[in-house]
């Protein structure tokens, strides 16, 4: 049955504390650390970061959703000669840029107006790293998750490009969610418990070889890169690590 759709207006919260964005009264999108506003305050997206286990050097990163900013701002500051272009669909969302300390487009950095889902289709530039996280006050949209919007996705990235992915566990098609993602990387997929959440995980796809990356290999790459980035990557790598564990047999037997 078709879910009927909310109010997909965003609201501002503000505090003393931090500044956070809504969709409903529910649930927050984005928040925003008033000491630190390039921080990641919440738990998911400091678990996206793992991608750099994968790719410590990505040359372009695309993501879709752009909500506060956090990732956008994080990757901003901490992979200088990284181009990152961003994808939302939502003008009321990009109109909050500024209150969220969003940086200005410019050579490397840009925000573009536009659905996620036609983006990545495009045949121009190919990302190192594609992130998703394009939830509305519905939860994620059906055609961030098809199988369809999948296999662009894997057709956009690099040859040795990594999808990363913000899932909720309680969405109702989030098994189908799933299924699709394994259907299109087959073995080159792999969940985490994302930090700080009973319902987030964060899923890493991959091109380029059927193996994840060992866990000394992720060790090793999460302590050269320490110094520069402000995310503990080490227990990044461990949660992803964790994830080995899943029975993808058992999943798609019973799902």
Known sequence: MKRKR???????????????????????????????????????????????????????ISMIGLGGGSLAKYCYRHLPDTVIAVVEIDPQ?????????????????????????QYVTAPDHRPDVLLVDGFN?????????????YE?????????????????????????????????FANAV???????????????????ADELPSFATMLDRARALGPTHAVNLHATATRIEYGRKFNWHRYEQTC
């Not at 503000?14 to 009264?25: G, H, I, P, R």
């Not at 999808?163 to 699709?180: G, I, K, Q």
């Open 6 to 60: 909310k109010a997909n207006r965003p609201v501002v919260i503000e505090n003393e504390q931090v500044v956070s964005l809504y969709f409903d009264a529910r649930g927050v999108q984005s928040t925003m650390l008033r000491r630190d506003p390039y921080a990641l305050a919440l738990g998911y997206t400091r678990t996206m970061m793992g991608f750099l286990l994968f790719q410590p050097f990505p040359r372009r």
């Open 93 to 117: 969302v990009i109109a909050l840029r500024d209150r969220f300390h969003v940086p200005r487009d410019s050579e490397r950095f840009r925000v573009v107006c536009a659905d996620g889902a």
């Open 137 to 149: 006050a519905d939860g994620l949209p059906a055609e961030l998750g098809s199988r369809a919007f």
């Open 190 to 208: 792999t969940l985490a418990p994302s930090e700080g959440s009973e319902h987030n995980v964060t899923v890493f796809a991959w091109k380029g």
């Open 152 to 184: 662009a996705c894997r057709r956009r990235l690099s040859d040795d490009g990594v999808l990363v992915a913000n899932l909720v566990t309680d969405e109702p098609d989030f098994h189908r969610y799933l299924r699709s993602l394994r259907e299109v």
